[in-house]
């Protein structure tokens, strides 16, 4: 669990980039999970908070200028509660006939 203050990895030796670079990974690698944003949020990441506890944790995206919550997740029970989800099915969508060419359609 990481997160990072930027992204940007400036020109240094072996040794301090090396450590610079693992952090950078390390933060892609856990979507910059976190007690609250990283200061190094640009527009289309995807962070997560984890001040709610394991049962609790937000999942986000930034758009430029603010977080989106897109959902909870918890981790407990392994659910995911999408935020302001719908479903919208065509009134003569049928799951056993599939091969209508009738499309299932699932708005966010």
């Given at each position: ?74 981790t407990t029970a392994n659910t ?29």
């Amino acid at each position: 669990m990481s997160q990072v203050s930027d992204v940007s990895i400036a020109n240094q030796g072996f040794s301090a980039f090396r450590t610079e670079l693992n952090n950078i990974l390390g933060a892609l690698n856990t979507t910059s999970i976190g007690a609250s944003a990283p200061a190094s949020l640009a527009a289309g990441s995807l962070w997560v908070d984890t001040s709610g506890g394991v049962t609790a944790y937000k999942l986000y995206f930034y758009d430029g200028s603010d977080s989106i919550e897109m959902g909870t997740i918890n981790t407990t029970a392994n659910t995911v509660d999408w935020t302001d989800s719908s479903v919208t099915v065509a009134a003569d969508w049928i799951p056993a006939t599939c091969g209508t060419g009738k499309a299932m359609v699932m708005g966010f």
